[in-house]
């Protein structure tokens, strides 16, 4: 298991989460890929070609190592609805043998920088790692914050998708929550694809496709994944786990990655996430007995899926 910072329970825990509102490509004989160092020239061409000079904003990404990737698959978990996707992802990178590999620095990201338990100070960015998921081979992208912008969102949608193709990955799987209002003991996990022909493996896993939902449509680099990768010609699904919108869920975060255990065939322990959850319990009770289980919780307008 890898050890690694990540934001304690009572850091999120009364931290109000408010929005406003291809078929996949043929694959081709098994290579192996190898992350290259040139990947700042080629973003910045990129997002030249993309959106133009006017209003763009510099992105800058670091290699820290190079990884021997086969086939990776791009798992993204970002913020977003109770934190599912980026508990999911995190959980991936302690329990695996992981590397950072790629840090991706961007004007779009807040003005702030995370101090660490050194008081050692680090600027706001996304970071990809590459995981060793049984036989699984996996390029794991998450951080701390999302663009503040529709247009920086598309560009750091389209970095993120110039890494992932730089490493050979050609299918995409995107870790969110869907909102529900209201506590939920045993969350579902919904999902959304770039194909039709995606779904049938899903729902033998435990995927619900339901019309029209989540209601508010896919928004953020989730979202924007399944767009522009279904465009590039990937293989791209968003699964999300129910949350109540309000509260961080490791019992969410566990239903997906459950999910995505059977689609991929790995294996993990979900001891340390299980024992989040129990912590998350006992909050939720204090809350409850402090100002009743409703009072002063968001109304259901406020809560719509960003991931």
């Not at 995190?90 to 961007?106: C, G, M, P, Q, W």
């Not at 081979?137 to 998708?161: E, I, K, M, N, P």
Request: hydrophobic share 35%.
């Amino acid at each position: 298991m890898q050890s690694g910072n990540r934001p304690t329970i009572d850091q999120f825990t009364l931290s109000t989460i408010r929005v406003p509102t291809a078929e996949p490509r043929p694959r081709t004989s098994r290579r192996r890929h190898s992350i290259q160092k040139t990947l700042t020239v080629s973003t910045d061409a990129l997002l030249k070609s993309a959106f133009g000079n006017e209003g763009m904003d510099s992105i800058e990404v670091e290699t820290v190592a190079e990884a021997d990737l086969q086939e990776p698959v791009l798992i993204e978990g970002l913020p977003g609805v109770g934190h599912v996707g980026k508990l999911a992802a995190e959980h991936l990178i302690e329990e695996f043998n992981s590397k950072l590999i790629t840090r991706v620095y961007a004007e779009e990201f807040p003005p702030q920088v995370s101090v660490d338990e050194s008081g050692v100070t680090e600027l706001a960015h996304a970071s990809f790692y590459a995981v060793e998921a049984d036989a699984s081979d996996l390029l794991v992208l998450t951080g701390d914050h999302q663009a503040q912008s529709h247009a920086g969102h598309y560009q750091l949608t389209d970095t993120f998708l110039d890494i992932a193709s730089s490493a050979g990955a050609d299918s995409i799987y995107a870790l969110g929550g869907v909102p529900t209002g209201e506590l939920v003991e045993e969350p579902d996990v919904l999902g959304a694809v770039t194909g039709e022909a995606q779904t049938e493996g899903l729902i033998d896993a435990g995927v619900e496709f339901r019309d029209g939902e989540p209601a508010g449509g896919i928004v953020g680099v989730s979202g924007l994944l399944l767009g522009l990768g279904g465009r590039q010609g990937y293989s791209a699904a968003c699964l999300m786990g129910e949350t109540s919108g309000y509260l961080v869920d490791p019992t969410s975060a566990q239903v997906v990655l459950e999910v995505l255990e059977s689609v991929l065939g790995f294996e993990v322990e979900y001891e340390s996430l299980e024992e989040r959850a129990e912590e998350m319990k006992e909050v939720v009770e204090k809350l409850q007995q402090m100002q009743g289980q409703q009072q002063g919780l968001p109304a259901d307008d406020d809560l719509r899926y960003i991931g």
